[in-house]
């Protein structure tokens, strides 16, 4: 039977499914058309920003001249190619939902587009697993700021001492923890000595048990 008044927010990509290297991919395709290669140590800045975010900073960054709205059309292209060829669910990610959703309500909350969202939502059947989806654009802010997952929450009727989140890139750890919220990063996005100042560190979802989330909120309780 559900627990009341107790939440697990998601994060969509990197930690609910496996979107990552497809965006990767498109972008690579992307900033090559400009003869643009991205350096290594470059990519975790962009992970977790919004959609417009992510091409306003790229564009800076790089000194690419081209109108935004254009840069932003080709972007999008690049992303659909790739994501016609299948988006997998992250390793581990139903049978965490089996162990969880039985004692904590669950939402998912992104800083994508609600257009992208929504096509996401119908092409995986997101529903079976949350009743409750939120995009960034949803609320007041995006992702940094904490409009998201407050909104969530009040969605929920949860409180954020009742709350966990579990996020992996810095623009959404930051929208985390400035929620108020329980915050666990997952590593895969995030280059390791970024998460320090995390209290909870997982490399794979099947750490997430309820033994280890109700050991989280009794902390503080």
Same mark, same amino acid.
């Given at each position: ?26 972008? %690579? ?8 290669? %991205?350096?290594? /140590? ?5 992970? *977790? ?6 091409? /306003?900073? @790229? ?17 999008? &292209? ?5 994501? @016609?060829? *299948? ?12 162990? !969880? ?16 969202? +929504?096509?996401?939502?119908? &092409?995986? $059947? ?5 009743? +409750?989806?939120? @995009? *960034?654009?949803?609320? $007041?802010? $995006? ?15 949860? =409180? ?6 579990? /996020? ?12 108020? #919220?329980?915050?666990? #990063?997952? =590593? ?12 909870? !560190?997982?490399?794979?979802?099947? /750490?997430?048990?309820? $033994? ?10």
């Amino acid at each position: 039977m559900k627990t009341p008044k107790q939440a697990l927010l998601l994060d969509m990509d990197g930690v609910t499914i496996d979107t990552e290297p497809l965006y990767t991919k498109a972008e %690579i395709n992307l900033f090559k058309e400009y003869g643009v290669e %991205i350096p290594e /140590e470059d990519w975790f800045l962009f992970k *977790g920003a919004s959609e417009k975010k992510f091409y /306003e900073l @790229s564009m800076q960054r790089y000194e690419i001249k081209e109108n935004l709205e254009v840069f932003m059309k080709k972007g999008r &292209n690049y992303v659909k190619d790739e994501f @016609s060829k *299948g988006i997998p669910f992250m390793d581990g990610f139903k049978s965490m939902h089996k162990r !969880i959703s039985p004692y904590f309500f669950m939402g998912l909350v992104t800083a994508s587009p609600r257009h992208s969202l +929504n096509k996401i939502i119908l &092409n995986l $059947n997101l529903k079976k697993y949350f009743k +409750n989806i939120i @995009s *960034g654009e949803d609320a $007041n802010k $995006n992702k940094p700021y904490p409009d998201p997952y407050i909104f969530m929450m009040k969605a929920l009727n949860v =409180t954020p001492n009742n709350t966990i989140i579990i /996020e992996d890139s810095l623009t959404g750890l930051r929208s985390a923890i400035s929620s108020g #919220a329980h915050v666990i #990063a997952k =590593t895969g996005s995030t280059p390791i000595e970024k998460l320090s100042h995390i209290h909870h !560190i997982i490399d794979h979802l099947d /750490e997430i048990t309820v $033994n280890f989330l109700e050991e989280i909120l009794q902390k503080t309780k």
